[in-house]
């Protein structure tokens, strides 16, 4: 199939353009605040310049006093406690008396406009007793006494998971070679390009709308309707257009609260748009882990041990932290076959602002941890990087380490196709000096078998709506952040019924018209939305079939808008009408995703059991300079299995996306804090994220195993193909010098001290 | 979104009209691209309510001019010549290389077509701790420059040391370039290496009510040899970590007999390295490079008032001063 014919249909497989593209490249598209309502205000958030503090008093007399000041919103207000995990509600909207980081929300201001707000903020006093505030996760465990959030039941840990599968230590004391080494990752942040925003707004009958600009609105609106008292019923979360999330927007926040709570209080609509300082501080980003990682290989190159001591530094609140805690050990076994494997994560509360989920949640760093001890283990033996990963393939359906099934599995592929392209066998270990290739690999889930709360219902839904006209409307719960299931939902609908796609309605991530999604994490949505989706959609394609074939014959294909059978064919819109008379009603149909039974038999078993599981390999290319330690990762070579690439192009897109973030973070991305834990810099010049011109050329390869559970074969391309990037890159860097980078970023002081501490000899990796 | 504090924009049609502006309004600051100053308004650095823009100024102030002078040829660059223009102008291209390549990478593409040479010229001092919304400046505890009365880059400093961060200062101090000036009481031409002043607060001689309208660059710099060099995290945006500038005239028999060296984005002013005269008449060759690099490393002392590690920045600085002048003497 050319591309060009692929292009016009749309259906499975076809490059078919996204269907918001234009609207973000011409500006048409609609963001949360472009949103605007008569009679609308600006509400701007007081935050707390103590790291950790009792309050004792809030005064807004005089900030309401203030010409063109509205209304005022004190935590004492909306006091109930929530949190995206139903374990864990330990956020306040604003705090009533106790700040556990610096930006943490105090009061709100509702204005005329956002500089009014802003001026009656410095009006407003505040009393506090300064707290000793803890600002790692070393001093958080050093300091039991000192409760950073009251939700720890011990100490400040808020939550511990140690698993042990197999003899451990006896596979260590016989093992061939070993690494055991301390590694290091610096937190990071998402950086969406739009900042938080939400609309609130109440109608005559007290119903209660929010815009926001959120990736999970089905959560939102659950913990809406707890926090503000009121029936769920009479709350509609509605997702506007979103310019980027990457797990920065899938925790109800503070803003979401407060607009809802001052457009109750003053009758008129309310808008808070987050300042890029502010999206700094709602963060929910990347945590920073230490991990004291052992790899044992056997003679043969066998990985017959993984030992992973982590400490998780997570800032002042839980966000997914419980889930942090197991997907730092739970999700590293695979795409190779360990004997035996023990982890200890312990995560903390520190006086920072809170970390979350942030694109290949909690895995992104053990991997990092893990991918360069296996070459420091295989460079022992004489084993090159890319054969000791072959060597240890776990293979298809099998069961992992920790009692995860793998069903499909392309990684031999991925690395075959990384190792050609770079021509890895002429060329690694010989670049010369300052030049290297580096491998890894990795494994990612495509959605949980664990709701975030306990449920027995879909985790999604979908709905979809035929009318006469041969329009089809598909109402889906699902959040398009940026990734494209919008998009994709036009293409399942063109699969299944034949339809043009361009001729198809997607209502989305609205909670009174559309079914529950449980929002955009996890990598889930393609595949528990598309399987819904695809659901829905045969049911009406069986329907017009029956219809349809009263006038052309059985054997129906149905294609771009054309019901074709042995005795003719008709549009797709007469099927339509056909169909419609033959039911005597509208024609409708649902799908869903119903979770299923995943996972080890243990507690924590299914956290991090996925229906299906992707698998990506990259091989980086870097320069080294090394009089300056400067460096420059000019390639990255990345092979993704995503199962079935519905829409190449998306997922090429993803696996670009990916591949940028992951060396990102490798070369300059840090959430630095000062002594008072005062975030350094919180703005995007400060905080460096790399330009297009520091971004490698990308070679995104798609790799096509066929689950046999995803939807048309799929898995997942939005977060896995992150994960191999930053030890591709170190183990890169040791080719063209021979250094092992263990800490992240890696900053080029940070490379030439390892330069200058080289013993003579060391210069560069021997080639295997 | 960060608001602007509550300003009078006047939009002044000529050089007299601005300046009688700038002298009658108090505390009123020049608006040249905004590039700096909005941000730094939004930022509540300053204390004003009037904004003399320039824009209406274009055709005064916005010329590429060879011309002879008193002094032999020059080459003029008025003050509202864009960072973008100064980039590409032919005239720069040829006779001040490294003026345009200093331009080709200050900020980023949107910015260098707003941002103007005067702008540049006079671009604030910056800090990581100045720089920064009020809250944030707030819980940090305020500092000399602005608020407060400590300075959280030197303790105990009596003098705010933010950072000269413009990229066009070394070139141009290293090509012997003047200013002019023009003032409620006239006109007056200020050489670059006496414009800069040791104090963040305020670093340059200019009044409050004086205006910088063009930048002078005496033409025996078309036959200097010359190079700049930027160090910075990100290959755009970003502002300095170092930036240096070498200019240098040599003999056909590969001596030197002319020589400026300037490293900036280290404390308040951008200095020329002192005491260079004993160099002239040696062969401008490794040697060469290599001692500037050791002058340089000696006279040099980065601060933490640049977000990127100053013992780094102090320890590579030889080797970016060696590779400067090395190119400088190859072009
Ligand atoms: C993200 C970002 C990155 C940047 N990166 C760089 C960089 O890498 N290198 C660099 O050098 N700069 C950088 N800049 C700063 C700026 O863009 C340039 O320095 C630009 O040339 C400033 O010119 P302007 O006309 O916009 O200045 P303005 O903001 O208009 O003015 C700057 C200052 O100079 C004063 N002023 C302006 N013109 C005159 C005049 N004719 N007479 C007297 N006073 C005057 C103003 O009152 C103000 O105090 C960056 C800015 C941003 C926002
Ligand atoms: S150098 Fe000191 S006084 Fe000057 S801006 Fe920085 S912290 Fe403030």
Redesign the pocket.
Not at chain 2, 29 to 40: K, S
Not at chain 2, 105 to 108: K, L, N, P
Not at chain 2, 210 to 213: N, P, R
């Given at each position: 199939m050319s591309r060009s014919s692929h292009h016009e249909r749309g259906d499975i497989g076809a490059r078919f353009p996204k269907v918001d593209g234009a609207g973000k490249a011409d500006g048409s598209g609609v963001y949360t605040d472009d949103l605007a309502f008569p009679r609308m205000l600006h509400a701007k958030l007081l935050r707390s310049p103590h790291a950790h503090a009792r309050i004792l008093n809030i005064d807004v007399s005089a900030a309401e006093r203030l010409p063109g000041v509205i209304a005022t919103l004190v935590g004492a207000e909306m006091p109930a406690k929530y949190g995206v995990i139903p374990w864990t509600h330990d956020e306040q909207a604003l705090a009533t008396d106790h700040v556990r980081f610096i930006g943490d929300e105090v009061a709100c201001v509702a204005a005329l406009d956002e500089r009014t707000a802003e001026e009656a903020l410095r009006l407003i006093r505040v009393d506090y007793e300064p707290l000793p505030a803890l600002l790692s996760a070393e001093e958080a465990l050093a300091h039991p006494e000192i409760k950073v959030n009251e939700k720890a039941k011990v100490g400040n840990i808020t939550k511990e998971v140690k698993l042990e599968f197999g003899p451990v230590d006896e596979a260590i004391a016989t093992a061939a070679a070993i690494t055991r080494e301390r590694y290091q990752y610096a937190g990071s942040t998402h950086a969406p390009i739009e900042p938080h925003c939400a609309v609130a707004r109440v109608d005559g009958d007290g119903n209660l709308t929010v815009w926001s600009s959120t990736q999970i609105p089905h959560y939102v609106h659950r913990e809406l309707a707890r926090v503000l008292g009121l029936p769920p019923a009479r709350v509609r979360v509605i997702q506007p257009l979103l310019g980027g999330a990457f797990g920065g927007k899938s925790d109800p926040f503070s803003l979401e609260f407060c607009v809802a709570k001052l457009a109750l209080k003053t009758g008129r609509p309310v808008k808070i748009l987050f300042t890029r300082e502010e999206v700094f501080y709602a963060h929910r980003g990347r945590h920073p882990m230490a991990m004291d990682v052992t790899v044992a290989l056997d003679a043969g190159g066998r990985i017959s041990a993984v030992d992973n001591k982590i400490l998780i530094d997570g800032g002042a609140y839980a966000s997914f932290g419980l889930v942090t805690a197991y997907y730092a050990g739970q999700l590293l076994t695979g795409p190779y076959r360990f004997g035996t494997y023990r982890f200890d994560s312990k995560r903390m509360y520190t006086n920072k602002p809170p970390c979350g989920p942030k694109r290949g949640h909690g895995s992104v760093q053990p991997r990092f941890a893990f991918e360069v001890a296996l070459d420091e283990a295989a460079e022992k033996l004489g084993i090159d990087p890319i054969e000791v990963r072959r060597r240890n393939f776990i293979g298809e359906d099998v069961e992992t380490v920790n009692g995860q099934r793998i069903t499909s599995n392309g990684f031999l592929k991925c690395l075959e196709l990384v190792e050609q392209a770079s021509g890895w066998k002429e060329r690694h270990g010989k670049l010369g000096p300052g030049r290297g290739l580096g491998v890894a690999g990795s494994m990612y889930i495509s959605g949980t078998a664990y709701p975030v709360y306990p449920n027995e219902m879909p985790q999604s839904g979908v709905l979809v709506k035929l009318d006469r006209s041969g329009r089809v409307a598909v109402f889906s719960g699902a959040s398009d952040i940026g990734q494209g299931v919008n998009t994709l939902l036009c293409q399942i609908a063109a699969e299944e019924l034949g339809c043009d796609p361009r001729e198809v309605t997607v209502v989305a991530a609205d909670t009174d018209l559309t079914p529950v999604d449980m929002g955009a994490y996890s990598s889930r949505v393609t595949f528990m939305n598309g399987l819904a989706a695809r659901e829905a959609c045969e049911k009406l394609a069986r329907k017009l079939k029956a219809a349809a074939s009263v006038r052309v014959g059985d054997e129906i294909e149905l294609e771009l808008g054309t019901v074709r059978g042995p005795r003719g064919s008709i549009s797709f819109a007469e099927a339509c009408q056909l169909a419609e008379a033959a039911e005597g009603a509208p024609l409708s149909a649902t799908g869903g995703y119903r979770t299923q039974k995943l996972g080890g038999n243990y507690r924590g078993g299914t956290i991090g059991a996925s229906p299906a599981y992707s698998f990506t390999a990259h091989v980086a290319e870097v320069e080294v300079d090394e009089e300056t330690g400067i460096w420059k990762v000019t390639r990255i070579w990345a092979a993704h299995d995503c199962g079935k690439a519905l829409n190449p192009t998306l997922v090429e897109g993803q696996i670009e996306g990916s591949v940028y973030m992951g060396a990102a973070e490798a070369q300059m991305e840090e959430m630095v804090y000062g002594k008072q834990g005062l975030l350094f810099g919180p703005s995007l010049?400060d905080y460096k994220i790399p330009t297009s011109l520091d971004t490698p050329l990308i070679d995104a390869l798609i790799v096509e195993s066929h689950d046999p559970n995803g939807p048309y074969g799929a898995k997942e391309a939005g977060e896995g193909p992150l994960h191999p990037a930053i030890p591709a890159i170190a183990n890169a860097i040791h080719d063209a010098c021979g250094i092992r980078l263990r800490e992240l970023p890696f900053y080029p002081q940070r490379v030439l001290q390892l330069l200058q501490a080289r013993v003579p000899g060391q210069e560069r990796r021997t080639a295997c | 979104m960060l608001t602007l504090p509550r300003l009078q924009l006047h939009r002044p049609g000529s050089v007299r009209e601005a300046v009688e502006l700038l002298a009658s309004k108090p505390n009123a600051?020049?608006?040249?691209?905004?590039?700096?100053?909005?941000?730094?308004l939004k930022h509540g650095i300053y204390e004003t309510e009037h904004l003399i823009a320039?824009r209406g100024l274009s055709s005064e102030?916005r010329y590429v001019r060879r011309d002879g002078g008193r002094d032999g040829d020059s080459i003029r660059l008025g003050?509202?010549c864009t960072?973008d223009q100064l980039s590409k102008d032919p005239d720069v291209l040829q006779s001040l290389p490294a003026l345009a390549d200093a331009c080709r990478?200050?900020?980023?593409p949107q910015?260098?077509k707003?941002?103007?040479?005067?702008?540049?010229?006079?671009?604030?001092t910056r800090c990581v701790y100045i720089n920064q919304s009020y809250f944030w400046r707030s819980a940090l505890g305020f500092c000399l420059k602005k608020d407060g009365t400590a300075c959280h880059v030197v303790a105990q400093g009596l003098r705010c040391v933010a950072a000269a961060?413009?990229?066009?200062a070394p070139v141009l101090l290293a090509l012997g370039a003047s200013v002019r000036i023009v003032g409620p009481r006239g006109e007056r031409v200020v050489p670059l290496a006496d414009f800069y002043l040791h104090d963040g607060i305020h670093n340059t001689v200019?009044e409050p009510d004086?205006?910088?309208?063009e930048a002078a660059v005496p033409l025996p710099a078309a036959r200097l040899k010359q190079a700049f060099f930027?160090l910075?995290t990100r290959a755009a945006?970003?502002?300095?970590a170092i930036n240096l500038a070498v200019a240098l005239a040599v003999s056909p028999a590969g001596l030197v007999t002319a020589l400026r060296l300037c490293v900036s984005a280290l404390a308040a002013r951008p200095a020329l390295i002192n005491r260079l005269q004993d160099l002239v008449g040696q062969p401008a060759d490794l040697h060469l490079a290599e001692e500037l690099g050791r002058r340089a490393q000696k006279q040099c002392k980065p601060l933490t008032n640049i977000g990127v590690d100053p013992a780094y920045r102090r320890e590579i600085l030889p080797v970016l001063v060696r590779r400067t002048v090395l190119r400088a003497i190859a072009s």
């Open positions: 010049l | 600051r020049v608006l040249a691209g905004g590039t700096d100053i909005v941000p730094n320039l102030l003050a509202l960072i990478q200050i900020a980023g910015l260098r707003m941002g103007t040479l005067g702008g540049n010229l006079c671009l604030d961060s413009n990229d066009t200019l004086e205006l910088l309208v930027k910075r945006i970003d502002y300095s």
